[in-house]
């Protein structure tokens, strides 16, 4: 929800000025344009170049084509790596939800002592950084009892403690939003048991909570780059793996993977952001 | 559900009387020795009662005094140490919340903010599985009962508070419950709309004949609404009454402390007021129970019959409360509050002005603790 707030929104207009001057744009609008300038020049550089039929000697490209972007869309071995990528992160947001949604509710229902834990094992991912847990990862699968390494499964694993913090966070905050103990205790007087309680009243009123959570953890798990190499690499190639290995290729090529998996990315983002417009206005007044 | 309410209660002609109080009946309720303990502090304990079928209780005490936890219990929210809970003849002690034919309305409503106002109401009875058209119309019935027919199609947080409180009052209604359970339902409401409520719930008990148990810390409330009230003070029952026997007979000094403003005395500083030497350890006088006079003119009507010697006094403060005057007289080095009715502004008495104080012995309390 935060992700929806931190989005620019544009500030209400003041009365028109009718002394037809020029004034000079405000500081805000010239620290926007430039923060926005900066952040788009890559993405319209590498657009530019996925749609440049050839852009070597010149200054602007010397031809459009669909062509990069079609020759990509036919390449099976991309079409794998998006399937396996998308297999990935689905399963570990089916684990990260089958997991942390009802430890969530626990928190904040019977045990509200387990919430200042999970704040704290939410850290966890991120005081870590990727390549020190990946190398031991790897020594602890490698070999032994559990040999992971190699296999999808251990990336879907370690993708459940990265989503772990989106998640978690997410849910927590849309369940603390309303008062899920009295609103179980209401449903369960009116004879529901707990578990239709929970399905019927508060998974209902938490849903947009769970969308955005699954949309803001989805495009980053699509994106992820370094665990995915270190611990499966070709042996089970995701996108940003395959994109890793196709840097030799054409750079038109490469852009039009880029900007693909960056459309992907937007519109998931794009949906999860327009889900928390939707969520219901609180109940208290 | 297994409870065997009858399925007319709601269409009963209003004004059916309920059965008379103690008398028992089917959803008469029994609570005998109950008891809980947080950790090492008792909540409540020694909780005995008996009410009778439709009868409306009021359980009245400050707060932190066990009241809400002790409806919560009856409710199979919160378990019990010690006790038994029995509506009718069945014992529901170790009952789980929803299969207790026990409904309850929340301080702040507790309403399914993903549901309509209908959907609220038909919730119940989604769970005892009621076939739609039977559950449209029971649904609109008593949607109509709490005058929000217009409202049934919007969501809880499009209405008010006082709407929300009768959807949630409707929700509870609407499965017929062998006892209806209140958690202090009028507090979160401006005073108005609360005067209105409370009379509204209070017809629709009487109308419905249904046994209820209403909590609240409002002393007013209480004793306008109620069949009985069950005075609570640090996790006891410490009278169960009428509005009147409790009002103007409380049994000891927290009862009389917590009931009006009662000028609480030890036996000897009352003897000159009373003219006799109280046998008991205390003496309550309410404010209205003490007459003033001046220059040998009572205040406020005809003296009562027996009354106690009069004593000088002077008045230290005079306090206006609308229709009432307070005073704080002085008498013997004592300080007694007493009422009179503010008929006119001519009849009031002056901060300094000497009186004579005298007390209507038919009402004097002697309190034994």
């Known amino acids: 929800m935060a992700h929806a707030d931190s989005l620019p929104r544009p500030l209400p207009l003041a009365e028109p000025r009718r002394r037809g001057r020029f004034r000079l744009p405000s500081s805000y609008t010239l620290v926007l344009a430039g923060v926005l300038l900066l952040l788009a020049l890559p993405l319209v550089a590498t657009l530019g170049y996925a749609l440049a039929s050839r852009w070597g000697a010149t200054l602007l490209p010397e031809g459009l084509t669909l062509a990069w972007f079609l020759e990509l869309w036919a390449t099976p071995r991309f079409l794998a790596a998006f399937g396996r990528s998308l297999l990935i992160s689905v399963g570990a947001l089916a684990l990260s939800l089958a997991l942390i949604l009802p430890v969530a509710v626990l928190a904040q229902t019977r045990y509200p002592h387990l919430d200042h834990w999970m704040n704290t094992l939410i850290l966890m991912p991120f005081a870590v950084p990727p390549v020190v847990s990946s190398v031991g990862l790897l020594q602890l699968y490698a070999g032994g009892p559990l040999s992971l390494v190699g296999t999808p499964w251990i990336l879907i694993l370690t993708y459940f403690t990265i989503a772990l913090p989106f998640m978690y966070r997410t849910l927590a905050n849309s369940l603390r939003a309303m008062n899920v103990v009295e609103l179980m205790e209401a449903a369960q007087l009116l004879g529901a048991s707990p578990f239709r309680a929970f399905f019927l009243v508060i998974l209902p009123n938490i849903r947009a909570g769970v969308q955005i959570a699954i949309f803001l953890s989805f495009s980053f798990l699509v994106g992820e780059f370094v665990f995915a190499n270190m611990l499966v690499g070709t042996r089970f190639e995701t996108l940003q793996v395959y994109l890793n290995n196709m840097r030799g290729a054409s750079g038109h090529f490469t852009s039009a993977l880029v900007i693909t998996l960056f459309t992907v990315t937007l519109v998931l983002t794009w949906l999860g952001a327009r889900q928390a417009d939707y969520t219901p206005k609180e109940a208290s007044r | 559900m297994s409870h065997a309410a009858p399925n007319s209660a709601l269409t009963s002609a209003p004004g059916s009387a309920p059965a008379s109080p103690a008398t028992g009946g089917e959803n008469a309720l029994h609570l005998s020795g109950l008891a809980k303990c947080f950790d090492t502090t008792p909540v409540f304990q020694e909780i005995e009662a008996d009410i009778a079928h439709g009868e409306f209780i009021t359980l009245l005490g400050p707060s932190g005094c066990g009241k809400s936890t002790l409806l919560r219990a009856i409710a199979g929210l919160t378990l019990l140490d010690q006790g038994r809970i029995r509506v009718g003849g069945d014992d529901i002690t170790y009952l789980p919340p929803q299969r207790r034919g026990v409904g309850m309305v929340f301080q702040h409503y507790a309403l399914f903010p993903n549901m309509t106002v209908a959907g609220n109401v038909a919730f119940g009875l989604r769970m005892q599985r009621v076939e739609a058209g039977e559950r449209a119309r029971r649904v609109e019935e008593v949607v109509r009962l709490v005058e929000l027919t217009d409202q049934a199609h919007k969501f809880p947080q499009q209405l008010s508070g006082g709407q929300r409180q009768r959807v949630a009052l409707a929700r509870a209604l609407v499965v017929e419950p062998r006892v209806l359970l209140m958690d202090e339902p009028l507090s979160a409401l401006d005073a108005r709309i609360r005067r209105h409520l409370r009379d509204q719930i209070r017809e629709i008990q009487r109308s419905l004949g249904l046994t209820t148990l209403f909590v ?69 006088l309410r404010p209205e129970a003490l007459y003033l006079s001046v220059e040998g003119r009572t205040l406020g009507g005809d003296p009562p019959p027996h009354m106690g010697p009069a004593r000088p006094g002077v008045v230290r403060r005079q306090r206006l409360l609308g229709n009432i005057v307070r005073y704080e007289i002085e008498v013997d080095s004592l300080s007694l509050s007493v009422d009179t009715l503010n008929r006119s502004v001519r009849t009031q008495l002056a901060e300094g002005t000497r009186v004579a104080v005298q007390a209507d012995l038919d009402e004097v309390q002697e309190l034994c603790a």
């Not at chain 2, 409380?250 to 000028?263: E, I, L, Q, R």
């Open chain 2, 216 to 284: 609240t810390h409002d002393q007013e409330e209480a004793l306008l609404i109620s069949d009985r009230v069950f005075l609570m003070h640090q996790g006891r029952i410490l009278q169960q009454a009428s509005a009147e026997t409790l009002y103007s007979r409380p049994v000891d000094k927290a009862a009389a402390g917590f009931m009006g403003h009662y000028n609480l005395l030890e036996a000897p500083q009352a003897e000159p007021l009373l003219g006799y030497r109280s046998g008991a350890a205390r003496v309550a």
